[in-house]
């Protein structure tokens, strides 16, 4: 009964938000806003009849000499990157083209040779036909550049011409066949008698008899394998021109929607045919279609946080606050149609590029993410300029931190701290398993809820019409969530999802690096945000005057947010699930916790010991002022990081 | 003469404009959200520096240093294969006797690439394998291929007497980054036009909050017309996003990246900026509040861009062709285009704010 009375009250708040009235697009900007489309539209428009169609960005940007006569003009001329200029080796002294592709002569047997300078470096061609020309280049990292792009664009020319070709076996005399294999132990996965099957393929691949055998065996192990039947090749490859048809799907399910016009379109990850068509199981069109999904949590974000701050301007919030509700219904009626609106968005998307259930559970926590960073910063803003600026930084953070690792996804399980992986993994019809998922959402759907946690403790009359610098809303928001000493060891542990965030994004950040310089760095990266966040709250509490400032509370205090945090901290043993810890980087981050070996109780009970006495070292600097609390975080961020290098030293 | 100059100077020092644009500035340090969105900036290029390590690591060995790829060869063709695989840097191949002595290989993790060749009617078949979801897989098939394509280059050679067309000549590789563009075409403009965008939102917002707030009344008690208010605020912003632009390629340029052009570039970020705020002004005063405005910014902002890529100079490629010095005149008559339009644009927009009713506001 009463939860019916509370939904109601929070359903009627999203219709006052979703209504017309509240909801600024009046007519007047609707028609601006045609206005701006139908100009845009007459751009495109124009630019398309003088014929300009839409530019690559990198349109011309390697400037090549080559004469009009010369066999590789059109080659030059058909690559958008290269750009056509007189061949003229002065031009290429004075820096005026890039590459210089010599004139060949009258019989097509000239070699010309440059001038050994310094400036410029010849590269011979390997003399296998009958013409031989020379291909100079300016010495300079642009110059090699263009010299790498002039390559791909002589290879592709050369898959043009020998489409057309009619002798196919002399044109394509190499056909290749990609599949994958695990290196690791064969056990648990479905191919156990894989040395058998790569018996099978051999013979496969020898005899044109053992066709219709082993078609049947491959069937068997489609999912294992992506080879295609070898006559379907054939049949193509006779008809000239070929067009890729995923037909190599490892999924069924995603063979089925043939539907999906932009699948089609850009199907990655072909198997078979000549060399020039397998390609490396870069996921880049499953990426770009990831990517679709976070544009329209710009435009929601930016009306949300216009709502919210709306409310806290000339104390327009106090009505509702006055009224018989409770904040978190307040909050949650206004979030409420948003959330839908976001919803809408992933599961139209979803159905437009295929995705399924996977891909909409997946987006839902970046969704939730993107909502409550913007409601703590709209909470946090003096005015819509700071507001836009929150809003920019969260777009731009949380679109980096979810769609960068996904650039991995077939690479590191450390793409899977982002949910966006999913969604690759999803459309590239991969299986995803409980543990992945977990992993790459919890942080967000924990984090999100915290956020919002936050956002309505300072959801009240004496934070939302005031003027205060940021940083110390923040502090008041933090100081909103303590009551008793006890409630510090629950923030802490509430701080448990932002540092896993954090220390998985640092993961992400450093492991590019050589292993020498980012184990030291990561290692100090990780004491310090673990310090702040043990400590930060403390400080909060403090600074309210929550606390008396006596040695003996700020003991107290620091042990209860060591307790707190260590306790919190195993919950991060999910990133077991996915194997992060197998990587040098990860264990790094995660041995200090106890979270990887098993050890003794002594060993267990270190990890706890620590998190006390730091976290006590921050508290006894925080009870005093600023800048004692930030001397004593630094203290604290050494002892810390001492110890995570002693563990990882004593594991390696 | 200069002594008039200087009084000249000072008289429009004094300006009311000027003074207007001083405040906004000072609001802006005082807000410190211009530090937040030099943060967010460096966050940009901070981590699209790291996706171009990232891709050059994946796709160019010569960079990542010891991954040396050992292929295991087996079959008819074993012999073509393994020279075509010696001609790349960072694949040696080892020839096996049979298929499952190559996978044994494999398996013990000796070699982290099989081809099996077999030759079937004057083909060559291949079967490559590669190791499934390791940091291996995306360099063993890029490489892998290269091998396969020279290997496809050297039969087409032995062929040619079949052919009627002639392949091109391959040159020779000489390890350019195949990546060089992308820090000129994606991330300078990136770098570039974002400050701009940001200046024009922070107009949207900077005009529209005080008729929210109502405090446009009060600065209109003051001597100033409501064209020299927006003035003021529309020269502050537009005077910071250059700033910022031109800081981020110093910071390029440090990183050891060659940039050209720099007056040129300055030029076109300044008349992008006059173009994009003028074009925010216009909006902060004809929407009918903050949240429809920043929409209408935003979203046509968007549009003008996307649409502004179908012209023959397009911001972004012209930016591009500028830094990367390979800029041709209709570039460079571009840029001049860009500031003609931007004049024009600010002299329209400006006649449209002397026609506003500012206590209809």
């Given amino acids: 009964m009463k939860l019916r009375t509370r939904l109601r009250r929070i359903w009627r708040i999203a219709r006052w938000e979703a209504s017309p009235g509240s909801t600024s697009l009046d007519r007047r900007t609707l028609l601006a806003g045609l206005f701006l489309v139908v100009l845009a539209g007459s751009i495109v428009g124009s630019g398309l009849v003088f014929g300009f169609g839409g530019l690559s960005p990198n349109q011309d940007i390697y400037r090549v000499g080559i004469d009009a006569d010369s066999p590789y003009h059109s080659v030059v001329e058909g690559h958008s990157a290269l750009a056509v200029r007189p061949a003229d080796p002065e031009l290429l ?104 099957d790569a018996d099978d393929d051999a013979d496969d691949a020898d005899a044109d008899d053992d066709d219709d055998a082993d078609a049947d065996d491959e069937t068997d192990d489609a999912d294992e394998d992506e080879t295609t039947d070898e006559d379907d090749t054939d049949d193509d490859r006779d008809t000239g021109d070929r067009i890729d048809v995923d037909d190599d799907r490892e999924d069924p399910a995603v063979d089925d929607d043939d539907g999906s016009l932009v699948d089609q379109l850009f199907g990655d990850g072909t198997a078979s045919g000549s060399p020039a068509e397998i390609s490396p199981p870069f996921p880049f069109s499953s990426l770009l279609l990831a990517f679709v999904f976070l544009v329209p949590m710009n435009f929601i974000i930016q009306a949300y946080g216009g709502t919210i701050l709306n409310e806290r301007i000339k104390r327009r919030g106090e009505l509702l606050l006055v009224a018989p509700l409770t904040r978190l219904d307040i909050v949650a009626g206004k979030t ?23 891909s909409i559970l997946a987006v839902l926590p970046i969704a939730l993410a993107f909502l409550s960073a913007t409601f703590v910063g709209a909470m946090f803003a003096r005015s819509f300029k700071e507001l836009t600026f929150v809003t920019v930084t969260v777009s731009v953070f949380l679109t980096t931190y979810v769609f960068v690792p996904a650039i991995f996804t077939n690479v590191t399980p450390i793409a899977l701290i982002s949910p966006l992986t999913l969604v690759v993994m999803e459309l590239q019809g991969e299986a995803i398993g409980i543990g992945a998922y977990a992993f790459s959402t919890a942080p967000f759907y924990l984090g999100s809820s915290i956020l919002f946690l936050l956002g309505v403790g300072v959801y009240r009359e004496e934070d939302m019409f005031t003027q205060k610098p940021v940083p110390l809303k923040f502090l008041d928001a933090l100081d909103a969530r303590l009551r008793g000493p006890k409630s510090v060891a629950v923030v802490s542990a509430l701080m448990i999802p932002f540092v896993f965030i954090a220390e998985l994004l640092a993961i992400a950040v450093l492991f590019v690096l050589p292993i020498e310089v980012s184990i030291p760095i990561i290692l100090v990266t990780i004491a310090a945000i673990e310090e702040v966040a043990k400590s930060i709250h403390i400080y909060a509490g403090f600074e309210s005057d929550r606390f008396g400032r006596s040695t003996k509370m700020a003991l107290l205090l620091g042990a209860l947010s060591g307790i707190g945090f260590f306790v919190a901290e195993k919950f991060t043993a999910i990133s077991q699930v996915v194997g992060l810890p197998e990587l040098a980087l990860g264990e790094a981050t995660l041995t200090p916790a106890g979270v990887t070996p098993t050890a003794t109780l002594a060993l267990l009970a270190a990890p706890l010991a620590l998190h006390v006495v730091t976290a006590a070292i921050s508290a006894l600097g925080a009870k005093r002022d600023l800048r004692w609390y930030l001397g004593a975080l630094l203290v604290a961020t050494l002892v810390h990081a001492a110890y995570n290098f002693a563990v990882v030293t004593i594991y390696a | 003469m200069p002594e008039s100059d200087a009084e000249g100077v000072r008289a429009w020092l004094r300006n009311k404009r000027l003074t207007i644009a001083k405040r906004e500035l000072r609001v802006l340090g005082r807000e410190k959200t211009i530090i937040l969105a030099l943060v967010i900036q460096l966050f940009v290029a901070g981590f699209s520096g790291f996706l171009v390590v990232g891709l050059v690591s994946l796709y160019d060995p010569a960079s990542v240093e010891g991954l040396q790829i050992e292929a295991a060869v087996t079959g008819d063709a074993s012999d073509e294969l393994q020279v075509a695989i010696d001609q790349q840097d960072s694949m040696t191949a080892t020839e096996y006797n049979s298929s499952a002595d190559a996978f044994e290989a494999f398996e013990a993790g000796r070699a982290q690439a099989v081809f099996e060749t077999s030759i079937r009617e004057d083909r060559i078949q291949v079967i490559l394998t590669a190791p499934e979801g390791s940091i291996e897989t995306t360099l063993v098939v890029s490489e892998g291929q290269q091998a396969l394509r020279a290997l496809e280059r050297t039969e087409r050679t032995e062929r040619a007497a079949d052919l009627s067309v002639q392949p091109l000549e391959l040159p020779a590789d000489r390890g350019g980054n195949p990546y060089f563009d992308f820090t000129y075409t994606v991330l300078l403009p990136l770098l570039v036009f974002l400050p701009v965008f940001i200046s024009g939102s922070i107009t949207v917002d900077s005009i529209t909050e005080e008729v929210d707030r109502g405090t446009l009344e009060l600065l209109r008690v003051a001597p100033i017309s409501l064209t020299e208010i927006v003035d003021g605020k529309a020269l502050a912003m537009i005077a910071i996003a250059p700033i910022q632009a031109m800081a981020w390629l110093a910071l390029l340029s440090l990183n050891g990246v060659t940039i050209a052009n720099w007056g040129w570039l300055f030029g076109l970020v300044t008349a992008s900026a006059v173009v994009v705020v003028a074009f925010a002004v216009a909006t902060a005063l004809f929407a009918s509040d903050r949240r429809a405005a920043q929409l209408l910014f935003s979203v046509g902002v968007l549009l003008l861009f996307a649409a502004a890529s179908f012209l023959p100079v397009n911001p972004a490629n012209t930016a591009a062709l500028l830094a990367i010095d390979s800029a041709t005149t209709l570039t460079y008559l571009g840029v001049v285009a860009t500031v003609l339009v931007a004049v024009v644009i600010a002299a329209g927009v400006r006649l449209f704010v002397g026609r506003v009713d500012a206590n209809a506001l």
């Fill in chain 1, 93 to 196: 002294e004075s820096g005026e083209i890039d590459m210089l592709v010599s004139p060949d002569g009258n019989s097509g047997t000239v070699t010309l040779t440059a001038e050994e300078d310094a400036d410029t470096s010849e590269v011979e061609l390997e003399p296998t036909s009958q013409s031989r020309i020379s291909v100079i280049h300016a010495q300079t990292e642009k110059g090699t550049a263009a010299l790498t792009t002039f390559r791909v664009a002589v290879e592709r020319y050369n898959d043009r011409l020998m489409a057309l070709e009619a002798n196919q076996t002399a044109a394509y005399p190499v056909s290749v066949q990609l599949q994958y294999r695990s290196q690791q132990s064969l056990v648990d996965r479905e191919g156990v008698e894989q040395p058998d």
């Fill in chain 1, 336 to 358: 409420l149609p948003y959330l839908a609106a976001a919803v809408a968005a992933i599961t139209g998307i979803s159905l437009a590029i295929g995705g399924g259930l996977i």
